[in-house]
């Protein structure tokens, strides 16, 4: 076997590998670089209508990434719905993502019949791609006690939308929200949050009093 056919393998089993990702961004990415090798191997030994083959799907690739990207911070794309914490959808997703939620959210415990709880739910149309739950502490603070995305959308930070929207919290009281302690892979470094001990904190702006009638 030569080089050139190690080339060829290679870019197969990356696109092999492509289809096998549950995350669609990863997916879309892996599968263009599969395409791109074997766009190059291809053409070196002359079997073109391959070659046109992985154009096609290289440029289909380029497009969906373009898109996702393009939309990953897009509020008209992500949609942040507030439920009731005994909410039976809401129950349903925690159940159906059980295992995948104590991977990352390690200790996880949800009790909605506890007082101070709040429950969103982060859409992408009619599909759940996160969930934010939350409670309340002493002195207007926020803690998250889950901040989960699923598998699918695990390339994007939907929940960033929770945050964004200040008043969610503010109109609540809350002037700091303050993440899961102990959480895995965390992002918070990349919506404004401070590391403080094992959690991030973000301190909200404060709700404006109204004026004068």
């Known amino acids: 076997m030569n080089w050139l056919d190690l080339v060829g393998w290679a870019g197969s089993a990356v696109l092999v590998w492509s289809l096998l990702q549950s995350r669609v961004l990863r997916l879309r990415a892996l599968n263009l670089v599969g395409c791109v090798v074997l766009i190059g191997y291809n053409a070196a030994i002359g079997?073109?209508?391959?070659?046109?083959?992985?154009?096609v799907l290289a440029v289909i690739n380029i497009w969906y990434l373009r898109g996702m990207l393009a939309t990953r911070h897009d509020e008209k794309t992500y949609q942040v719905v507030e439920v009731g914490v005994d909410d039976?959808?809401?129950?349903?997703t925690l159940r159906v993502h059980a295992a995948d939620i104590a991977r990352f959210n390690p200790g996880f415990r949800w009790d909605p019949d506890a007082s101070g709880r709040s429950a969103f739910l982060v859409v992408t149309a009619d599909e759940v791609v996160g969930v934010v739950l939350s409670h309340a502490e002493a002195r207007g603070v926020a803690q998250i006690d889950l901040d989960y995305v699923t598998p699918k959308f695990r390339d994007f930070t939907p929940g960033e939308f929770v945050y964004r929207r200040s008043h969610l919290f503010t109109e609540r009281g809350f002037h700091r929200v303050v993440s899961p302690p102990r959480m895995v892979a965390p992002y918070y470094h990349r919506l404004g949050f401070r590391p403080e001990g094992d959690s991030y904190v973000l301190d909200l702006p404060t709700a404006p009093t109204p004026g004068p009638a």
């Open 88 to 92: 039976q959808f809401l129950a349903h």
């Open 47 to 55: 079997v073109w209508p391959m070659v046109g083959l992985n154009i």
